[in-house]
């Protein structure tokens, strides 16, 4: 186990515990306690051990720190989370997690860097999602992802297309019919997980003028039960759109 070590037995039949498995259960449960700080304190101190499930964990962490953080501190936060996964990449290409966060983070750096990055860095925000999803088919929120990342191709506006087109030749496609597949998909997997996916089902719909659908999507949002900020923003922005029927 290098740095973790074990614990000692005391029968043969006995679990043996794991420093690093009681740091990864202290870890989550203050993930679901939503105390992003308390883990950055916790795991900082493990960022060159070398083992993907604590650095995954880590940059979740400053991701999530990154969003209750003014704009160089967020930025400082994204750039350096990035540095991390990327290094947990090489150390385990085959970890779908791993590949998760690149993705998300991937996408949080051009966001800091411009309409340009974003475009340039498109198809391998995809790749990171596509691998991930190969690597573990039945995680809701990679298709949730990958269905956002192709909503965001489809709505691209005539300039981005241009900024595109100059960078690519060929600009990134989608549709909204393919957003939609993994969106659906992803409800197919685990019913209402995410009040974002409701939400995205309903502007889809919305997109593709399925106006009954888009209000049943909407309302789910709109009456999803608020846990967190994602919930929150959900339920204002579905509440905003239910006003124009």
């Not at 449960?29 to 900082?44: F, G, P, R, T």
């Not at 704009?71 to 350096?80: R, S, T, Y």
């Not at 659908?213 to 309302?219: G, I, P, R, S």
């Amino acid at each position: 186990m290098g740095i973790w070590g074990l614990s000692k037995k005391k029968g043969e039949n006995e679990t043996v515990i794991t420093t690093k498995e009681l740091l990864i259960a202290k870890a989550d449960a203050l993930y679901d306690q939503e105390k992003y700080q308390e883990i950055y304190k916790l795991l900082a101190n493990y960022k060159d051990s070398g083992d993907v499930d604590i650095i995954w964990r880590l940059c979740r962490a400053m991701y999530k720190m990154s969003k209750a953080a003014n704009e160089v501190d967020g930025k400082k936060l994204i750039f350096e989370a990035y540095s991390f996964i990327l290094e947990a990449l090489k150390i385990k290409e085959d970890h779908w997690a791993a590949h998760k966060w690149a993705s998300i983070l991937l996408n949080s750096k051009t966001l800091y860097e411009g309409t340009r990055a974003q475009i340039k860095e498109s198809y391998n925000i995809k790749k990171h999602m596509l691998r991930a999803i190969e690597l573990n088919p039945k995680e809701p929120t990679l298709m949730y992802m990958l269905g956002t990342w192709c909503y965001q191709v489809a709505d691209l506006t005539w300039y981005q297309r241009k900024i595109a087109s100059v960078i690519f030749g060929e600009p990134p496609v989608s549709s909204y019919e393919e957003a939609l597949k993994y969106f659906e998909n992803a409800e197919e997997i685990d019913p209402n997980f995410y009040s974002q996916n409701l939400l995205m089902l309903g502007k889809t719909y919305l997109k593709l003028n399925q106006k009954e659908l888009a209000l049943k999507y909407l309302k789910l949002t709109a009456e999803y039960s608020a846990r967190n900020k994602d919930d929150h923003d959900a339920k204002q922005e579905a509440q905003k759109l239910l006003k124009n029927f």
